[in-house]
């Protein structure tokens, strides 16, 4: 099971970055995705999560300035990241809860992390 991650990168203060990460076919009937994120010498924590019927949550940190999003149809989340400040920097997660599908097993997926990192 495979999640993909994409979109990090470089950018300044006040900018803005999408993320995306898709799940691969190998997991099917995913209910909550979301973001995380792992600041240098910090836990992971979470930052946005998305149920299926589309209702989101975020954490106080990034209120107003991120918007998570997906589409069920192409088993994806996204992250709309703006007014970046660069506390943000870290590497971001996604993930996914579902099924496996050789196994009907259900799961938490993880895509790989993409890095963030915002200039002052």
């Known amino acids: 099971v495979q999640l993909q991650a994409s979109g990090g990168g470089l950018v300044q203060a006040g900018g803005s970055l999408r993320l995306s990460c898709a ?3 190998s997991i099917f009937g995913t209910s909550a995705m979301g973001w995380y994120r792992q600041g240098p010498g910090e ?4 930052i946005a999560s998305i ?5 989101t949550t975020y954490a106080d940190s990034v209120k107003g300035r991120f918007t998570i999003s997906r589409d069920n149809a192409k088993n994806s989340v996204y ?3 703006n007014n970046l400040k ?3 920097t870290a590497v971001y997660y996604c993930n ?3 099924r496996r599908r050789s196994s009907l097993a259900y799961i938490s997926a993880w895509g790989q992390g993409t890095l963030v990192t915002v200039s002052s």
């Open 23 to 25: 799940a691969s076919g």
């Open 43 to 46: 836990q992971r924590e979470l």
């Open 51 to 55: 149920t299926r019927d589309g209702t």
């Open 79 to 81: 992250l709309q990241m």
């Open 86 to 88: 660069p506390e943000d």
């Open 96 to 98: 996914a809860d579902g």
